[in-house]
T-cell receptor
Framework: KAGVTQTPRYLIKTRGQQVTLSCSPI?????VSWYQQTPGQGLQFLFE???????NKGNFPGRFSGRQFSNSRSEMNVSTLELGDSALYLC??????????????????FGPGTRLTVL | AQSVTQLDSHVSVSEGTPVLLRCNYS??????LFWYVQHPNKGLQLLLK??????LVKGINGFEAEFKKSETSFHLTKPSAHMSDAAEYFC????????????FGAGTRLAVHP
């Protein structure tokens, strides 16, 4: 079974521009989560989508947004880029079925990430 | 609120010696805990997860972790380190409620020397 794929793998943008990152989850997975990884702040949760609906959001400004399509693929968008947005953006997929509550934690599988550099 | 604290930012061991990476958690609920590993320029790979079925959890590549509620700890161990174990390791807690928000520790960088 193919893993989580993220495109592009590397991006270079300038301040003020916007960027869109894409994530394709493992086949059959309906939940997609996004994380930002920086040397200073570590790994931080951005948001989670399940069945095209955002069901959880981290503490990031409104410049960060996302969406999920009917095939579970997800995109995240960052508008008006700032230097501090330079980071590795990781996407994770899982089955995400809320009825699993009580069965055990739903395992998240991570993609290789998109390295965004803002100049 | 949920949180995890990784007690060592760097750990250095010799090949063939035991590995101990320490993690303490804070949770108001029975926690869901994980260990992930990240090799350079790679994504995160799940090593193991605590599901409350057993306090000693076995993972991939010979790693295991023991959940100790009395000590609020979930330390990661391996009896014998291999050069390929050199990587960054993250202790992770999942927020309750059936959703998938993970809270990561700051990470422990493991160096393995020949």
């Amino acid at each position: 079974k193919a893993g989580v794929t993220q495109t592009p793998r590397y991006l270079i943008k300038t301040r003020g521009q916007q960027v869109t990152l894409s994530c394709s989850p493992i086949s059959g997975h309906r939940s997609v989560s996004w994380y930002q990884q920086t040397p200073g702040q570590g790994l931080q949760f951005l948001f989670e989508y399940f069945s095209e609906t955002q069901r959880n959001k981290g503490n990031f400004p409104g410049r960060f947004s996302g969406r999920q399509f009917s095939n579970s693929r997800s995109e995240m968008n960052v508008s008006t880029l700032e230097l501090g947005d330079s980071a590795l953006y990781l996407c994770a997929s899982s089955l995400g079925d809320p009825l699993r509550r009580g069965i055990g934690p739903d395992t998240q599988y991570f993609g290789p990430g998109t390295r965004l550099t803002v100049l | 609120a949920q949180s995890v604290t990784q007690l060592d930012s760097h750990v250095s061991v010799s090949e063939g010696t035991p590995v101990l990476l320490r993690c303490n958690y804070s949770s108001s609920y029975s926690p869901s805990l994980f260990w992930y590993v990240q090799h350079p320029n790679k994504g995160l790979q799940l090593l193991l997860k605590y599901t409350s079925a057993a306090t000693l959890v076995k993972g991939i590549n010979g790693f295991e972790a023991e959940f100790k509620k009395s000590e609020t700890s979930f330390h990661l161990t391996k009896p014998s380190a291999h050069m390929s174990d050199a990587a960054e390791y993250f202790c992770v807690v999942r927020t309750p409620g059936g959703y998938n928000k993970l809270i990561f520790g700051a990470g422990t960088r493991l160096a393995v020397h020949p």
